[in-house]
């Protein structure tokens, strides 16, 4: 059975100080790992796929990379805009469509 | 272009009701996913449907179902709710069955009282 895990449960920061967020997972042939955003009150937004280790994938202020057994969000210099819980996600070789989320890890970014 | 678009967003219903949830893709997105999200067990996968048929089914009661409609539009339903099936309904869409990455609606929030 695939599963994942996010650390720290919840994050918080002052503008500009930067750090990292954690998700561990054990999936029995990976098919890609998915990095979202979701805001309170919204669906979980896409932010990046990562398919083998040692892949890395920028956006902004976000940097996501790959091991075999864990992935890192490092968030560089935030700002207030990026608070929101960030959420982790594996699809397995034999799970179609379905995506097994890490529960989430909630960033606070202070000003 | 239109993201995935849930309805309604709040439904608010008591105990043995059953209630339908509609999920409409992103235009040329064959391929629908619905999870659930709750506090305690945070998002969980329910069902994907493509081309008209289930594809795949997680962990839960026969209590929820789902169809597809031929324009891929996807309706679920949970008959005989219960207290604990209050959440937040999740529809993710993707070009077909596999795809990746899938892309959320904003959801539909049930509230059984």
């Known amino acids: 059975e695939d599963q994942v895990t996010q650390s720290p449960e919840a994050l918080r920061l002052q503008e500009g100080e930067s750090s990292s967020l954690n998700c561990s997972y054990t999936?029995?042939?990976?098919?890609?790992l998915f990095w979202y955003r979701q805001d309170p009150g919204k669906g979980p937004e896409f932010l990046f796929t990562?398919?083998?280790a040692g892949e890395e994938k920028e956006k902004e202020r976000l940097k996501a990379t790959l091991t075999k057994k864990e992935s890192f969000l490092h968030i560089t210099a935030p700002k207030p805009e990026d608070s929101a819980t960030y959420l982790c996600?594996?699809?397995?070789?034999?799970?179609?469509?379905?995506?097994?989320f890490g529960g989430g890890t909630r960033l606070m970014v202070k000003p | 272009k239109a993201g995935v678009t849930q309805t309604p967003r709040y439904l608010i219903k008591t105990r043995g009701q059953q209630v339908t949830l509609s999920c409409s893709p992103i235009?040329?997105?064959?391929?629908v996913s619905w999870y659930q999200q709750t506090p305690g067990q945070g998002l969980q996968f329910l069902f994907e449907?493509?081309?008209?048929?289930?594809?795949n089914k997680g962990n839960f009661p026969g209590r929820f179902s789902g169809r597809q409609f031929s324009n891929s539009r996807s309706e679920m339903n949970v008959s005989t709710l219960e207290l604990g099936d209050s959440a937040l309904y999740l529809c993710?869409?993707?070009?077909?069955?596999?795809?990746?990455?899938?892309?959320f609606g904003d959801g539909t929030r049930l509230s059984i009282l």
């Open positions: 449907y493509f081309s008209e048929t289930q594809r």
């Open positions: 996600a594996v699809q397995g070789d034999n799970a179609g469509n379905m995506l097994t």
């Open positions: 235009s040329g997105h064959r391929s």
């Open positions: 993710a869409s993707s070009l077909v069955s596999g795809d990746q990455p899938q892309h």
């Open positions: 999936v029995s042939g990976l098919r890609g």
């Open positions: 990562l398919y083998s």
